[in-house]
């Protein structure tokens, strides 16, 4: 009896540990598997996040490279590169960019795309950027069928000799290309000024002012909402029904605008091409958008056009924006700090 219990002790004991044994292989196999499996995904998730992360750095340079107004910098820094050396010149324009620093408070500045768009893409940045909503009379009228009233209700078939900027284009499709650029300006405006959140509006500030294409019609809309306001100046002049603004008075006594025709001919249709606008425009924008433009001019420092309002009468409640520009031609956007 004892031998039997022995044997089935042992029996049991080697069937045990032969079981054991086999386990063991399946958990070492399994750990293997595991670990193996662990260090895959490890570097499967490295190699995804390094993959992520250039393609987020790659779309971010491209963003930036796109973008014709850069992020802010700083202002005695950008100062300092721009203009290095003791010229009579370099050394004006430091202490020029000295005074914004102490006496107006501006600390950075953004940069803006050096073409002939630059002041118009510094105002309507900011606009946009601000969350300015339509000028009042924009909104009593429906700024979408300007084209169609200045081509058919006021008989101005010369604006088929509009030309959009760059692109030299004339003819009877100026008609339906100027609809667009409206429709553009109008959506855009409208979308990105009832957004409340600062940051999610800069944002879209940053894509909207990304697109060239896009861009470049909100100016041409502006560009025509400088003729139809000339339009009208010009006929209530000639009809004599009531007094306009002393700054058309100034544009038409120019030989180069006598009249709406030559002033598109003349300055607008070549605005965005081979010129920018002139300080007379510059009050003409500030008057239709219904905004105080207020301009840092660094080359007139230490003299009374340091400082100038476009236009000079405005009124209080019109929102203010600012511009600086070193030649009157390529303009910036400065950024105030307390």
């Not at 008989?155 to 290309?177: D, H, L, M, V």
């Amino acid at each position: 009896g004892r031998h039997e219990v022995w044997s089935w002790k042992t029996a049991s004991k080697e069937s045990l540990c032969l079981m054991w044994q086999k386990v063991k292989v399946q958990l070492m196999l399994s750990m293997s598997f595991l670990t193996a499996l662990f260090w895959y995904c490890r570097r499967l998730y490295s190699f995804l996040a390094q993959l992520l992360k250039r393609w987020s750095n790659y779309l971010q340079r491209q963003l930036i490279r796109n973008l014709s107004v850069l992020p802010e910098v700083d202002l005695l820094g950008y100062s300092a590169r721009e203009w290095k050396g003791e010229t009579k010149q370099a050394k004006q324009m430091r202490e020029a960019y000295e005074e914004l620093f102490r006496s107006c408070h501006i600390k950075y500045l953004r940069q803006v795309r050096r073409d002939n768009y630059s002041v118009v893409r510094a105002v309507l940045f900011q606009i946009f950027s601000q969350g300015i909503p339509f000028p009042l009379w924009m909104k009593e009228r429906d700024i979408l069928k300007l084209p169609e009233k200045l081509l058919y209700s006021q008989g101005c078939n010369w604006i088929q000799q509009y030309s959009f900027g760059p692109e030299r284009y004339t003819g009877p499709n100026a008609f339906g290309k100027l609809r667009k650029c409206m429709e553009a300006l109008k959506t855009n405006w409208a979308e990105i000024s009832a957004t409340r959140d600062y940051e999610e509006r800069g944002s879209m500030c940053n894509t909207l002012f990304s697109d060239e294409s896009k861009e470049y019609k909100l100016y041409e809309a502006i560009k025509f909402i400088m003729l139809y306001e000339v339009v009208e100046a010009y006929e209530q002049i000639k009809s004599r029904d009531e007094p306009v603004h002393n700054l058309f008075s100034l544009l038409f006594a120019r030989d180069s605008s006598s009249d709406p025709l030559s002033f598109m001919m003349n300055h607008l249709n070549s605005i965005g091409d081979s010129i920018c606008l002139d300080q007379v425009d510059l009050f003409l924008l500030g008057y239709l958008l219904e905004v105080k433009i207020r301009v840092y001019r660094l080359h007139r420092f230490n003299t009374e056009e340091f400082q100038v309002n476009y236009p000079d009468e405005y009124r209080r409640e019109w929102n203010e924006i600012c511009l600086l520009t070193e030649d009157d031609h390529y303009y910036h956007i400065p950024l105030f700090r307390t």
